[in-house]
């Protein structure tokens, strides 16, 4: 079976040699690399621009960052039919195509996010290993955290004021470089569509730009979310813990700092919403008033086919109520979870709508193609580019988050500065 036949869907007069090639999977690929760059664009705001309302998410959108790091890879190993050679985009990376910079974009970021976590983490680890040390009759599971707080401590256990100065200026110098890396990082995924001159929808120089701002969007969307998910839990917990430990803070101590933390957040996220939508109206504006030769197919893509999916679900569901919900006086904390949800979805749309929609009409400008999402699989090949495939993605962000904060902490952290 040709790749792509299994769920391609034809109309009218396409070419015998013509499938949806690229799935669920590409997809989910700029999907999650805006997740990586917005969630990092997030904690810079504060480390670079010192936006001190934002101090308390910085550190947690910044570990977040780094747990989604890996699954940025993910969707095109799955995709791939070879996958194990997908590790040659690594080994040997160079500039002469742009998924083969993806190797010195993708280290480069990764340097630049553990060390910067290393750095804001460094006064913790070192104060955690000397607490560790000192105690005696130690358990196995001490004595684990004591080894591998000691090995990334890398024998640095300097914690004077000075060189916790140090720290700081190298936090926001790692910070400020990081920014142009992380947009780069996902806009080359925007410039990879825009580069690919044979298809009509896909060929806009804005398409880079869409791409970062609407990272950015996802990225701090998702850090709300879970945000709030993560404090939801802690009150639950802190709750119960209260009842032998008094000491713990109050149930409405953490709801006070959650709705501050949130309504702050929220804040840019409606200013990143108002540029991602304007630059995206811009481009097509634009198109129609150009109306170059493909144009007529591209309406009807656009204007009919996936009416639904473009001005309901992305534009109307995605971009207008959460941007109502964030905008209404007295913003909830229920209000601001589906708002960053729906946003999620919004975006998740726009990735959809430009990776399936750009294959959703044939070369000969005569027919058209659908994808038909397989969900169950029937075979390896409908699991990688089916449903379960794009959850196995979505999940394996939050199972890492909870493995890294077992080591490194979100809450309840003194910074290094």
């Known amino acids: 079976m040709v790749h792509g036949e299994a769920w391609t869907l034809k ?16 997809v989910m690929y700029p ?34 960052s780094l747990a989604l790091l890996p ?3 993910m969707p095109l190993l799955l995709h791939l039919q070879q996958p194990q050679r997908g590790i040659n985009v690594m080994m040997t990376p160079h500039f002469t195509s742009a998924i083969a910079a993806f190797g010195i974009v993708f280290t480069t970021y990764g ?44 024998g640095a256990m300097d914690i004077s004021e000075a060189a916790l100065h140090k720290d700081e200026r190298a936090v926001g110098i790692l910070a400020g470089i990081g920014i142009p890396v992380a947009c780069f990082l996902h806009g080359y995924a925007g410039f990879i569509f825009g580069s690919v001159k044979a298809n009509a929808l896909w060929m806009t120089p804005l398409m880079p730009v869409i791409f970062i701002c609407s990272a950015v969007v996802s990225g701090i969307a998702l850090c709300i979310a879970t945000y709030i998910v993560t404090m939801e839990i802690r009150k639950l917990i ?11 803070p109050s149930t ?9 933390v949130v309504t702050m957040t929220a804040k840019y996220l409606v200013m990143f919403m108002i540029l991602a939508i304007t630059l995206e109206m811009l ?3 634009f198109r129609g008033y150009t109306a170059v030769k493909s144009w007529d197919i591209v309406r009807k893509v656009i204007y009919e086919k996936d009416f639904t999916k473009i001005f309901i679900l992305q534009y109307g569901l995605g971009n207008v109520v959460p941007f109502i919900l964030l905008l209404m006086p007295r913003l909830t904390i229920r209000r ?52 379960m495939g794009a959850l196995t993605v979505i999940v394996t962000p939050f199972v890492l988050f909870y493995l890294v904060t077992r080591i490194l902490p979100v809450f309840g952290v003194k910074d290094s500065h």
């Open 283 to 285: 481009d097509l504006i």
């Open 31 to 64: 999907f999650m690399t805006g997740l990586v760059a917005g969630a990092f664009v997030l904690s810079s705001l504060y480390h670079v621009f010192g936006v001190k309302q934002l101090k308390d998410i910085a550190r947690f959108s910044l570990v977040f």
């Open 238 to 248: 802190f709750a119960w813990r209260s009842k032998n430990d008094p000491d713990l």
């Open 11 to 26: 109309e009218f007069f396409v070419y015998p040699n013509e499938y949806i090639y690229w799935s669920i999977q590409i």
């Open 252 to 260: 409405e101590e953490l709801k006070s700092a959650e709705i501050h």
């Open 71 to 73: 699954v940025a890879m």
């Open 111 to 154: 340097m630049i996010v553990a060390s910067e976590i290393w750095f804001v983490y460094r006064r913790f680890i070192v104060e955690s290993v000397l607490e560790l040390r000192a105690k005696d009759g130690r358990s196995p599971v001490e004595s684990l955290r004591l080894l591998v707080y000691s090995v990334i401590s890398m």
């Open 336 to 387: 601001a979870l589906l708002a960053t949800l729906l946003v999620l979805m919004g975006v998740f749309m726009m990735r959809w709508n430009v990776v399936i929609g750009g294959q959703a009409f044939s070369a000969s400008f005569a027919g058209f193609m659908e994808y038909k999402l397989p969900l169950w699989p029937d075979s390896l090949e409908t699991f990688k580019e089916g449903l």
